[in-house]
């Protein structure tokens, strides 16, 4: 558990094509944190929830 969100909701729904994805959030201006090696990626909002892709 990361403290720095406690209170905050975290989603992870599984995807396929999670570069394809990636490509496209950036075209909307949405940044995420680095993808880590088992395939997750962390999509976290101002208000502290998070969105995870799992491939």
Same mark, same amino acid.
């Given at each position: +558990?990361?403290? !720095?969100?406690?209170? /905050?909701? +975290? %989603?992870? =729904? /599984?995807?396929? /094509? #999670?570069?394809? %994805? #990636?490509?496209? #959030?950036?075209? *909307?201006? %949405?940044? *995420?944190? =680095?993808? !880590? ?6 999509? =976290?909002? =101002?208000? /502290?929830?998070? #969105?995870?892709?799992? !491939?």
């Amino acid at each position: +558990m990361r403290a !720095e969100w406690v209170g /905050g909701a +975290m %989603i992870t =729904p /599984g995807v396929t /094509g #999670l570069d394809d %994805i #990636l490509t496209g #959030l950036a075209a *909307h201006g %949405i940044g *995420h944190e =680095p993808v !880590e090696t088992y395939g997750n990626v962390v999509v =976290p909002d =101002p208000d /502290g929830d998070s #969105l995870s892709l799992s !491939e």
